[in-house]
């Protein structure tokens, strides 16, 4: 590359990828443009269609835009800052700024692959152009492909590939420089404040989530003590076993290349701790895998991966599906979690395929009611991750849980919340049953429940429905997929 800018002046449109270092575009921009100016826009088309004036989400991004800019300031530049439809502001920001180009990370939702190619057509018609760069994914698109050149649908070949190809060189730095190079600084008006933004203060903090690079920061140092342990605490929600960098990875506020760079290094160099690295490593691999998915295949936003599935006739049951929401279904693992997202919008990632299996398979419903109050509660939430999840669970989606294995929230909360401890948290009215009862409490003797102060009902529900019924009903609602085969499991 030549050492003299191609461009004399540039713009970062900053989306999910909310630092200033190890940062794909930003990286591009300053080694080839003389000065760069930084924009984020709260995009009206996504926040005027959130229910909630009081979105968690909408707070860690805003708290992630302030402290963003804040650096900037100190480099000398500053954020541009919209309050705007991004197909319009991101045309008529870089023709009041002047600039080249645009520069930004790719996004693989179908709803930004569109706003991009809007955005791209304007800035062209005004001799402009958009340049977007991998940023969130360690391998995208057409870059991991089966033996005949054809994505993969099964997760574990598509892994295999995936470590094969690996290479430093896919996860090195992508290094920054700031200084001297950014546009701006004291002229830019600061960031408007949540409330301009029409939105609430949640109190994250309190529930201990720090936004922005510097709350991922926190978060990893952590997580990197705890890496070794991984493999065996990730699934016990009542310990501090994951690494809880999802809402970081979502936004961008770290990068995917800084932890699966340690996670590889880890696992080569640390006999102690491989197990664990190794396992985490390939969680951040089904990232990938899902983003490839949602690439390649876009229809499963509203549709079944494998379309056979859609022939499924769900149940139509709106009070079945409020007491999940809410955490009344009588299944005491079940009502926790779901009591965990709306208390914190974070659930344990063993909880949400409990709690998504149960819906699904115990209480008939489509998966895409669940899918979608995911959607609207996560902090974390992610398009490609949380769909992927929703469909293995549902045995409608690539290399999902086979359609005849339902989870048994019972043996579940048995074996993950072996002393109750993560029930008694949430479900505060069921804290004195005895361990052995406290995962099904229909189960306990009337003198346990009187001794627990619980009466079935009236503290605590009573189950909305019968597993066991339940099972047999499922089976053959996917019977209409393939007949049911012999020894079909339960876990």
Excluded at 218 to 246: C, M, N, Q, V, W
Excluded at 455 to 463: E, K
Aim: hydrophobic fraction near 45%; include cysteine; charged fraction near 25%.
């Amino acid at each position: 590359m030549s050492s003299e800018p191609e461009f004399d002046s540039v713009m970062v449109w900053f989306r999910r990828d909310l630092r200033a270092d190890d940062h794909a575009a930003l990286m591009q921009a300053t080694r080839r443009a003389r000065r760069v100016h930084c924009a984020f826009v709260f995009d009206r088309e996504i926040l005027d269609a959130l229910p909630d004036r009081r979105d968690r989400r909408v707070e860690f991004i805003h708290a992630s835009v302030l402290e963003l800019d804040a650096l900037l300031r100190r480099a000398g530049g500053a954020l541009h800052v919209r309050h705007a439809h991004a197909r319009e502001a991101i045309p008529a920001l870089a023709a009041e700024l002047g600039v080249q180009a645009v520069f930004a990370n790719h996004d693989y939702e179908p709803s930004a692959r569109d706003r991009d190619a809007a955005v791209g057509l304007e800035l062209a018609s005004a001799q402009r152009r958009l340049l977007t760069f991998k940023d969130q994914a360690i391998f995208e698109r057409d870059e991991v492909l089966t033996g005949q050149g054809r994505p993969f649908s099964v997760f574990t070949p598509y892994r295999n590939a995936w470590m094969k190809r690996l290479s430093p060189a896919d996860l090195a730095a992508h290094p920054v420089r700031l200084e001297g190079r950014l546009a701006g600084g004291a002229r830019v008006p600061a960031p408007p404040t949540l409330a301009e933004l029409g939105f609430e203060a949640t109190g994250l903090r309190e529930l201990g989530v720090a936004p922005g690079a510097s709350g991922a920061r926190t978060a990893f140092e952590d997580f990197a003590k705890r890496i070794g342990r991984y493999r065996d605490a990730r699934d016990y929600p009542a310990i501090r076993g994951p690494s809880y960098l999802s809402v970081h990875l979502r936004f961008g506020t770290i990068s995917i290349r800084e932890l699966a760079r340690f996670a590889w290094q880890t696992q080569q160099a640390d006999p102690g701790s491989a197990d664990g690295a190794a396992t985490w490593l390939s969680e951040l691999v089904w990232r990938d895998f899902y983003f490839q998915i949602l690439h390649h295949h876009p229809r499963v936003v509203d549709e079944s991966f494998r379309p056979e599935y859609d022939r499924i006739r769900w149940v139509d049951d709106d009070a079945a599906f409020g007491a999940w929401c809410e955490g009344r279904t009588g299944f005491p693992l079940v009502d926790a979690a779901m009591l965990q997202l709306e208390h914190s919008g974070y659930m344990h990632n063993r909880l949400r395929m409990v709690s998504a299996s149960f819906l699904v398979k115990d209480l008939g419903l489509d998966w895409r009611r669940g899918e979608r109050h995911f959607a609207r509660k996560l902090i974390d939430y992610d398009l490609a991750a949380n769909n992927g999840g929703w469909q293995w669970a549902a045995s409608t989606g690539c290399d999902a849980q086979p359609w005849f294995r339902i989870f048994n929230p019972v043996t579940q909360s048995e074996k993950f919340d072996p002393q109750g401890r993560f029930i008694r948290r949430y479900l505060p009215a069921l804290a004195a049953l005895p361990d052995r009862a406290i995962h099904a409490p229909w189960t306990a003797s009337a003198d346990e429940l009187s001794a627990a102060g619980v009466t079935l009902g009236a503290h605590y529900p009573l189950p909305v429905v019968d597993h066991d019924a339940a099972r047999k009903a499922t089976l053959a609602r996917y019977s209409v997929v393939r007949r049911p085969r012999a020894g079909a499991a339960t876990t």
